[in-house]
C-alpha cells in the first residue's frame, strides 16, 4: 500500500515507525527526513567534525530501524529516543578522544561576496558555531539543544538524564561563556554604534 | 533574513539572533548520506508477510476436529458423546487396527471415511445395483 507523501508528512512520528516496521519504506523516508537534519546538524555541533557526524547520524537511525519492529507504544516519544541514542553516541566519540579537536567547526556553506546582510548573517552563524565549539560538553549540548534544536527543558532533562534544574543551569552557564566570547566581535557581528 | 543591528550580545535578543542565525546558515544532508540510511532502512525493513502461510487442512488440526467438519461442524454433532462419534467414525472406516486407529497422532492426512478398496463395499451393496461389466 503506497501512502502519499503529503499524508506521510503529517503522520506522527510512531505512526511512521510502525508503518515502516510493517515493510513501508516510504515510511523511512519520511523518517529520515524528519530527523536525519537534526541529528545531523547536533552531531556536527558537539563533535565538530563533519565526516564523524555523519557516522553518529547514520549509527543513530540505524538503531531506530532495528528497534521498530519493538518498539511498544506508549513508552517513550520516538524523537526523545531518537535524541538520546544520537546525544550518547556523540558523547562516546568526544570521550574516547584524546584531546579535543576543534579546528573544524563547521561553517556556513556560502562564503562568496554578498550584500552585507547577508555576511552580517554568515559571520554570526560562524562566530556562533566558533564560540559553541569552546564550550564545555555539557554546557554545549544543553545549549544546542534548548536554542538549536527548539527542545523543552524537560525534554533536554530527559535526553541528558539530569534534572531540569540543572538544565537550566547549564543553558544560562553556557549563555554567560557564550557572550562573552562574542563580546569581542561588535563589528563582525553587526552591532549598532550604541554599544 | 533581516539583519537587525544588535545592541548587546550579552541579552537573550542579541544571543537569539545569532542562534537563528546559526540555524539558518546549517549546511544540508548531503546525498550520499541520505542514501546510506535508506540503503539501512531497506536493509532491516521487515517484509510484510504478503504470502501467508497456507491454511492448514482440517483434518490436521486433529481426526475429531476433521470428522466434526465432515459431520456438518460442532453445531451439527452436538451432544454426541466422543465414544459415540467414535463408534460413526469406527462404523464407516475398516478394515482397520481400531485400538490404534484412536490412538493414532492427531497429525493425519485425510480422514478416510471411504475404504480406498472400493471391493470392501461390495458386501454392503444389494446386487442388482451393482453394475454389471
Known sequence: ?195 | MTTEPLHSVADDAGLDALFAAARAAEAPVPDRLLARVLADADAHMPRPASVAAPARPAASRGWLAGVLDMLGGRGAVAGLAAAGLAGVWIGFVQPVDLGRALLQSPAVDAVELYPADIDQWADLVAPETVPEG
Open chain 1, 1 to 195: 500500500m503506497m501512502a502519499l507523501d503529503a499524508g506521510l508528512a503529517a503522520a506522527p512520528e510512531e505512526a511512521l515507525l510502525r508503518l515502516y516496521a510493517n515493510g513501508d519504506s516510504l515510511a523511512a523516508r519520511e523518517l529520515s527526513r524528519r530527523f536525519l537534519p537534526r541529528m545531523l546538524a547536533y552531531a556536527r555541533r558537539m563533535l565538530g567534525d563533519a565526516d564523524e557526524a555523519e557516522d553518529v547520524a547514520q549509527e543513530a537511525m540505524l538503531r531506530l530501524w532495528r528497534i521498530a519492529p519493538d518498539w511498544r507504544s506508549g513508552e517513550a516519544q520516538v524523537s526523545t529516543w531518537l535524541w538520546r541514542v544520537v546525544a550518547n553516541l556523540c558523547t562516546d566519540r568526544l570521550r574516547r578522544r584524546r584531546s579535543v579537536a576543534l579546528d573544524a567547526v563547521p561553517e556556513p556553506e556560502d562564503d562568496t561576496p554578498s550584500a552585507y546582510s547577508a555576511m552580517v548573517d554568515a559571520n554570526r552563524a560562524a562566530a556562533l558555531e566558533t564560540a559553541l565549539a569552546d564550550l564545555p560538553e555539557r554546557q554545549r549540548q544543553a545549549v544546542v539543544l534548548r536554542h538549536l534544536e527548539g527542545l523543552s527543558n524537560p525534554e533536554i532533562a530527559e535526553i541528558m538524564g539530569i534534572g531540569v534544574e540543572a538544565v537550566e543551569s547549564l543553558t544560562a552557564r553556557g549563555k554567560r561563556a557564550l557572550a562573552a566570547r562574542l563580546a569581542g566581535q561588535r563589528e563582525t557581528l553587526g552591532y549598532d554604534d550604541d554599544d
